[in-house]
Nanobody, 123 residues
Framework: QVQLVESGGRLVQAGDSLRLSCAAS????????MGWFRQAPGKEREFVAA????????IYSDSVKGRFTISRDNAKNTVYLQMNSLKPEDTAVYYC????????????????WGQGTQVTVSS
């Protein structure tokens, strides 16, 4: 089992950049694919990005592709989400999640979740 703690969320203005971090407990961080999701008020949680165990592969939602970058440092048990050119519609609680399956990068089916960090983008 892995425990996840997100940080870095705050209020920013449109066009700003922000980096979120997600620290994982345990010694097997590199056995999980990692993902970022977000949930805006009144909406369902949606997939944002995912990264493979070795960081060799990434996938993104169309809404963030070209603006957001997911990365990971297995030595630090941490996954990051670099968010550039932020828009008001990026306002949401952002969650990181861990996938223990061996199905490859997925947009669903994650096993462990953090508590989330709030990102608010003002216009």
């Amino acid at each position: 089992q892995v425990q996840l703690v997100e940080s870095g969320g705050r209020l920013v203005q449109a066009g700003d950049s922000l980096r979120l971090s997600c620290a994982a407990s345990g010694r097997t961080f590199d056995s999980y694919a990692m993902g970022w999701f977000r949930q805006a008020p009144g909406k369902e949680r949606e997939f944002v990005a995912a990264i493979s165990r070795s960081a060799s592969s990434t996938i993104y939602s169309d809404s963030v592709k070209g603006r957001f970058t997911i990365s990971r440092d297995n030595a630090k048990n941490t996954v990051y989400l670099q968010m550039n050119s932020l828009k008001p519609e990026d306002t949401a609680v952002y969650y990181c999640a861990a996938d223990k399956s061996s199905y490859g990068l997925r947009r669903y089916g994650y096993d462990y979740w953090g508590q989330g960090t709030q990102v608010t983008v003002s216009s």
